[in-house]
């Protein structure tokens, strides 16, 4: 079946702390692993993606990190900022989807305190 | 402005009385697609389509039609809506080709059927 396993499903962080958010997946044919971030009321968008032919990517203060043999993939996210706080989201997919849909993990809820 | 809008944004309806919501996107996207979101259980896709009349169940088809008589227009259809379909909805479409690379989602419709 394909899964993807997200945790914690909750997490709060101190302002200025590393967020970390974990997920994995079972299906070897994905090779598309894309972050969504969702604020209250609003649609998930599109944070940052990674492909396996890397084991990280940065963009700013958020890093995806890719552990092919382990089927895993984390966000973290430094220096927290309260502008942080949302829902964050793990996918995966084939690149090239066909009928495969994206599969979403169940999402994390993210608050950072000051 | 490239956006995927969704109406109604809040409904409320009684069981088994058919309703519509509405999905329009200005960005000339292939693919489209919707999906439910409810607590602790992430986002679920139900319906999908790769192009204009080729539409596809997802994990969670029953209860929903879906019709793709125009490329912008993607409805959602609930012939009786029951209880158990009190949801979020979202919309999202996608560029062809690489259908699961970066989901354009709306806003979202709160769905309370009661």
């Known amino acids: 079946q394909q899964q993807v396993k997200q945790s914690p499903q909750s997490l709060i962080v101190q302002k200025g702390g590393i967020s970390i958010i974990n997920c994995a997946y079972e299906?070897?044919?994905?090779?598309?692993f894309p972050w969504y971030q969702q604020f209250p009321g609003k649609g998930p968008a599109l944070l940052i993606a990674?492909?396996?032919?890397?084991s990280e990517k940065k963009e700013g203060r958020f890093t995806i990190s890719f552990n092919k043999s382990a089927k895993q993939f984390s966000l973290h996210i430094m220096d927290s900022q309260p502008g942080d706080s949302a829902t964050y989201f793990c996918a995966a997919s084939p690149y090239i989807s066909g009928n495969t849909p994206l599969v979403f993990g169940k999402g994390t809820r993210l608050s950072v305190i000051a | 402005e490239a956006q995927v809008t969704q109406n109604p944004r809040y409904l409320i309806t009684v069981t088994g009385k058919k309703l519509t919501v509405t999905c329009s996107q200005n960005?000339?996207?292939?693919?489209m697609s919707w999906y439910r979101q409810d607590p602790g259980l992430g986002l679920r896709q139900i319906y999908y389509s790769m192009n204009v009349e080729v539409t596809d169940k997802g994990d969670v088809p029953e209860g929903y039609k879906v019709s793709r008589k125009e490329k912008r227009n993607f409805p959602l259809i609930l012939e009786s809506p029951s209880p158990n379909q009190t949801s979020l909805y979202f919309c999202?479409?996608?560029?062809?080709?690489?259908?699961?690379?970066?989901?354009?989602f709306g806003s979202g419709t709160r769905l309370t059927v009661v």
């Open positions: 960005m000339n996207h292939e693919y």
């Open positions: 999202a479409s996608s560029t062809s080709g690489i259908p699961n690379y970066g989901y354009t």
């Open positions: 990674i492909r396996p032919d890397v």
């Open positions: 299906n070897t044919a994905f090779d598309y």
